[in-house]
């Protein structure tokens, strides 16, 4: 009894098959011994069997992704020490705070904050356009939603939880919107931040 699951051949498809066995017969030994050992009805060796390829294994998981390098950004010194040199220019600023002040009298350091708070007033305006961070009125409630930006608004006080936060506002905070210093020459060194004097 044929156990195969193949449908048997036709008439004109095993003619095509005798044809080309008696031919490969005549050119093939081995293939004419198997051929002779079908007909004596001995028993074929079975063939091997065909290994399942092996399952491909699985990927490894993928590494979670590394947090961003938090860039810094190099601060350069020159804009830094030409502001410097503008508000001594204008404010004696530095003279005024590397002068030893215990040997004045409160009226004589409070005329030189005024010439210092003056001329500093005036480099600020004249180089920066500085905007309040928040609009509302000192002492004002407001509140800050989640996700508000923690470096224009501080929190100070008692500290707790997560937003929403609710409070007063105890400053307003400052923004320069835009920043206009004088272009520096090349050979210009930004360290004199005041030549030294010398009377004729």
């Excluded at 091997?48 to 699985?58: D, I, L, N, R, T």
């Excluded at 500290?159 to 105890?170: C, D, N, Q, T, Y």
Aim: aromatic share 6%; charged share 20%; hydrophobic share 45%.
């Amino acid at each position: 009894m044929n156990n195969s699951t193949q449908p048997l051949p036709s008439f004109f498809s095993r003619i095509s098959i005798a044809i080309g066995a008696f031919f490969r017969a005549l050119s093939d030994a081995e293939y004419a011994a198997r051929l002779a050992r079908i007909a004596a009805g001995e028993p074929q060796p079975s063939a091997a069997p065909v290994s399942a390829p092996a399952p491909a294994p699985a990927p490894a998981p993928a590494p979670a992704p590394a947090p961003a390098p938090v860039t810094l950004r190099v601060a350069t010194p020159d804009a830094a020490l030409q502001l410097l040199g503008l508000f001594q220019r204008e404010a004696r600023l530095i003279d005024f705070t590397q002068e030893n002040l215990s040997a004045y009298s409160d009226a004589d350091i409070g005329a030189a904050a005024r010439v210092v708070h003056e001329g500093c007033g005036k480099v600020l305006r004249e180089h920066f356009t500085i905007e309040a961070v928040r609009g509302e009125a000192e002492g004002s409630r407001v509140v800050l939603e989640e996700g508000f930006d923690a470096s224009a608004v501080r929190l100070t006080g008692n500290v707790v939880g997560k937003a929403p936060f609710r409070g007063a506002l105890s400053h307003r905070g400052w923004r320069a919107s835009s920043v206009r210093l004088p272009k520096l020459a090349e050979a210009h060194d930004a360290a004199i931040l005041a030549p030294a004097e010398v009377e004729l």
